[in-house]
């Protein structure tokens, strides 16, 4: 059974970098043509992609416009996990943040995993 | 960029009775495999999103024959035949032929 579990601060100062982690179980973070996303939901912007990672014959990544220009995604293979690094915060980047896999086998099968979320609040 | 958009955006269900959420797309959501990339999600309380169906009318594992999708291009429809208890919740329709820029729709909270 796949389990993606969250871990990072859930306060971080206006301006500094938000850093989390997904860690992988029952997967691997580097099999062939898989893809890990991080999203967030805010009562704002409701549910939010922030970026993929993906993985064929080498690491693809694609990040969503709204926070392109201050956020990697950076997928570890020694320790089979992927984190999320978002810099230069706002109050505007308070959400819950989730990790998640895109299942299938060759097709697409949704969002079929997800890890336990991560309240994140930006405030001094 | 596609928009979702959800209706009705609150359901009170009877247990026992069927229950119907639909979600528009402003485009199409059907791929040139024949399939319409359209995914339903349910937030129970306290939880993450859970999937329940994708490419438009396939149920996830584990998810029971009560809930089913169904829909083409731009109009889609989630239905549970018999809605129960553990069916509280918010239920969110996400498009995925756009990927890796995903959308979802604003949510529809079932309450029973």
């Known amino acids: 059974q796949v389990q993606l579990q969250q871990s990072g601060p859930g306060l971080v100062k206006p301006s500094q970098t938000l850093s989390l982690t997904c860690a992988i179980s029952?997967?691997?973070?580097?099999?062939?043509?898989?893809?890990w996303y991080w999203i967030r939901h805010s009562p704002s912007r409701g549910l939010e992609w922030l970026g993929r990672?993906?993985?064929?014959?080498?690491?693809?990544?694609d990040y969503a416009e709204s926070v392109k220009s201050r956020i990697t995604i950076n997928p570890d293979t020694s320790k089979n996990q992927f984190s999320l690094q978002l810099y230069s915060v706002t109050p505007e980047d308070t959400a819950v943040y989730y990790c998640?896999?895109?299942?299938?086998?060759?097709?697409?099968?949704?969002?079929?995993?997800w890890g336990q979320g991560t309240t994140v609040t930006v405030s001094s | 960029d596609i928009v979702m958009t959800q209706s009705p955006l609150s359901l009170p269900a009877t247990p026992g009775e069927p229950a119907a959420i639909s979600c528009r797309s402003s485009?199409?959501?059907?791929?040139?495999?024949?399939?319409?990339?359209v995914d339903w999600y349910l937030q129970k309380p306290g939880q993450s999103p859970q999937l329940l169906i994708f490419?438009?009318?396939i149920r996830a594992s584990g998810v029971p024959d009560r809930f089913s999708g169904s829909g083409s291009g731009t109009d889609f429809t989630l239905k549970i035949s018999r809605v129960e208890a553990d069916d509280v919740g918010i239920y969110y329709c996400?498009?995925?032929?756009?990927?890796?820029?995903?959308?979802f729709g604003p949510g529809t909270k079932v309450d029973v």
């Open positions: 490419l438009g009318s």
């Open positions: 998640a896999r895109v299942g299938g086998l060759g097709r697409y099968g949704g969002l079929d995993v």
């Open positions: 996400m498009q995925a032929i756009d990927t890796p820029r995903l959308a």
């Open positions: 029952g997967d691997s973070v580097s099999r062939k043509n898989s893809a």
């Open positions: 485009q199409s959501l059907l791929h040139t495999d024949g399939y319409s990339y």
């Open positions: 990672a993906s993985y064929g014959s080498k690491w693809y990544y």
